[in-house]
């Protein structure tokens, strides 16, 4: 396994990616990254880890939300792009290390 060194919000992690996988985390560390930057930028919320939470949820409801936006005609998901499988398991594996950091906190929300 591969260790890169990313940045979400400004601040520096060091991830393992998988071989061949490191273009597929990228891609993760970058919707995670907008993700936050977004809720960061509306202003209403400052600390790290309650942006972190309400990321993370977005992006697994986007997810849950997949097979719904699959199912609709081609024309009403062209903006959206698809996520393989692969993808998929990479936003889960981010968002499980992400439950796992912030359930010892003890201050979510």
Known sequence: MKQI???IMGQAYLLGAPEGGEERL?????????AMCKIRDAGK????DRIAV????????ELAEQPKVAAAPASANADVPA???AEQATL??????LDQALGDDG???
């Open 92 to 97: 889960g594996a981010l968002l499980g290390r």
């Open 45 to 48: 919320i400052k600390a790290r």
């Open 54 to 61: 309400l990321a993370a949820l977005n992006l697994a409801f």
């Open 83 to 85: 996520l393989s499988v």
């Open 5 to 7: 060194e990313v940045k």
């Open 26 to 34: 990228q891609q993760a560390v970058q919707r995670v990254d907008a």
């Open 107 to 109: 201050r979510l929300l």
